[in-house]
């Protein structure tokens, strides 16, 4: 059949040309729209300018053909071969391109958009520039591919074979590349923002200033790749492997990294500000200084030998325990989700619940905080729910101040003059802390229930492991049970006359001092 044939045949209502052999034909700018070309040998043929959208063209022989500016859109391509084949401009939206080969093929510009090219082989090909949105890519080859400047928001590309990619500048927010292969891959001032990397393998990847905002990195492996200047803020990067990788400049802030692994990485210049720095592998870590201002600007740095840089990145979490000494029961347990709901919402750092653990005898409450300048201040908030609030509040206030009064050396006057500021914290804490108690019903409530009147202990851990118990209540552990197994509380007792008492002075400066203060 030749190219008239075709034409007439198609004029004439006929759509099926299956199997049918027009290699090296001109079909430029013709119109074969819904035409079914399963099977054609089309190799070599001229369908620049053509019309082929919804055409099936699947299992079809399309080698080095010429196919610039085609409308493809909605058409079908499954298991066709499109190897060498110049789809420049082409729209191929919406096409089912499932298990098709385009090796080499030239894709600039190409309109892939929604298109489904699960298990493709587009080996070599060039896609410059090309528009791939919500694009189904899980399991192809884009080995070596050209995808610069390319779109693929929103993309599927679930273990994808991208090893030795370039796809500099390309716009990946949103995408999934979980388990993707990308090894060596050129990823530089790529958009990465809300990707899901989740065990992706960007060994040895070139990711210099691409935005990983926000983007899930649980698990993967980037041992030797390059981030410099690379913004990772808010990214997930838990059980992520760094070893050797350069993050020098790189912005993590609020990143959450635990687990990760930077045996031999630099990070020297890295933005840390309420980034955790504890349950990280850190041998031979290489890092002169760190920017902790809240917006990376610089203007908090902190420097650092090789042994305090290890130290730095291998703090304890910071932590507030609160003791209580019975057991949380169902009518106490809401009553204490009630109140520290509405704690939250007046006091930003207790936002995040406690963990509990529940035994016969005791309930432990343990509050995470974000830095070892939160541990007093909080836990005037934290234990506001229980009788033992006043005297706990009074503890803090009073070892603190007691710090300000001291005779303190000409060495320490920075010490002297963070523990004023931490002042000045805790007295904003304990007046925000009378205000919720009179505004908060529930806090009323608690305070009925037998479990918020129980003696209690509250201990904080800073970062560097050290330990301070900041309230003991004298009849902590002095609860006793009746014959009636009513549960009674020598602490209601009008004659108790017990006192708390407060920790030594040298230890309560000992604390801290050794707080991880972020240096000017």
Not at 167 to 179: I, M, Q, Y
Not at 255 to 264: F, H, M
Not at 436 to 463: D, H
Request: with cysteine; aromatic share 6%; proline share 2%.
């Amino acid at each position: 059949m030749n190219v008239e044939e075709l034409l007439k045949q198609y004029a004439d209502g006929v759509i099926n040309f299956s199997g049918v052999d027009l290699s090296e034909a001109n079909l430029s700018g013709i119109k074969l729209s819904g035409a079914n070309f399963s099977q054609a040998n089309l190799s070599v043929a001229n369908l620049s300018g053509a019309n082929l959208s919804e055409a099936n063209l699947s299992h079809a022989k399309l080698n080095v053909a010429r196919l610039s500016g085609v409308n493809l859109t909605s058409a079908i391509l499954n298991h066709s071969c499109l190897n060498v084949a110049n789809l420049i401009r082409a729209d191929l939206s919406r096409a089912q391109l499932r298990g098709a080969s385009l090796v080499r093929a030239e894709l600039i510009r190409v309109e892939l958009s929604h298109a489904d090219l699960f298990e493709a082989n587009l080996n070599g090909a060039d896609l410059r520039e090309a528009t791939l949105r919500h694009v189904d890519l899980r399991h192809a080859n884009l080995t070596g591919a050209i995808l610069k400047g390319s779109s693929l928001t929103g993309a599927n590309l679930e273990t994808a074979n991208l090893n030795g990619a370039d796809l500099s500048r390309a716009d990946l927010s949103s995408a999934n590349l979980r388990d993707a292969e990308l090894k060596q891959v050129n990823l530089t001032r790529a958009n990465l923002s809300g990707a899901d990397l989740s065990g992706a393998n960007l060994r040895w990847a070139d990711l210099n200033g691409a935005n990983l905002s926000w983007a899930d990195l649980n698990g993967a492996k980037l041992s030797g790749a390059s981030l410099v200047g690379a913004d990772l803020s808010n990214a997930n990067l838990t059980n992520a492997s760094l070893v050797h990788a350069n993050l020098t400049q790189a912005k993590l802030i609020k990143a959450e990294w635990i687990g990760a692994d930077l045996t031999s990485a630099v990070l020297t210049g890295a933005k840390l500000y309420s980034t955790s720095r504890f349950g990280l592998k850190t041998d031979a870590l290489i890092c002169e200084w760190v920017d902790l201002s809240p917006d990376g600007d610089r203007s908090i740095i902190q420097r650092f030998d090789t042994e305090a840089a290890r130290d730095f990145f291998n703090e304890t979490p910071p932590t507030i325990c609160i003791v209580i000494d019975a057991a949380l029961e169902s009518e106490a347990n809401f009553a204490l989700a009630g109140a520290y709901y509405h704690i939250a919402q007046e006091y930003k750092l207790c936002q995040h619940p406690p963990s509990i653990e529940v035994s016969r005898r005791r309930t432990v409450l343990t509050f995470r905080v974000d830095s070892d300048a939160a541990l007093l201040p909080t836990a005037c908030m934290a234990i506001l729910p229980f009788r033992d609030a006043v005297n706990t509040q009074k503890n803090i206030y009073t070892m603190v101040e007691t710090i300000v009064k001291e005779d303190i050396s000409p060495l320490e006057l920075k010490t002297l003059q963070r523990v004023k500021q931490l002042t000045t914290l805790i007295e904003q804490a304990i007046a925000q802390a009378q205000k919720i108690r009179q505004i908060k019903k529930n806090l009323e409530l608690a305070a009925k229930i037998n479990f918020f009147k129980a003696a209690s202990q509250t201990i904080l851990t800073n970062t560097s492991g050290q330990t301070l118990i900041v309230h003991h209540n004298p009849n902590f552990g002095k609860r006793f049970v009746s014959a009636g197994d009513h549960v009674n509380f020598l602490g209601d007792s009008p004659d108790n006359s017990a006192k708390p008492t407060l920790p030594a002075l040298n230890i309560v400066i000992d604390f801290v001092k050794t707080f991880h203060y972020i240096s000017e």
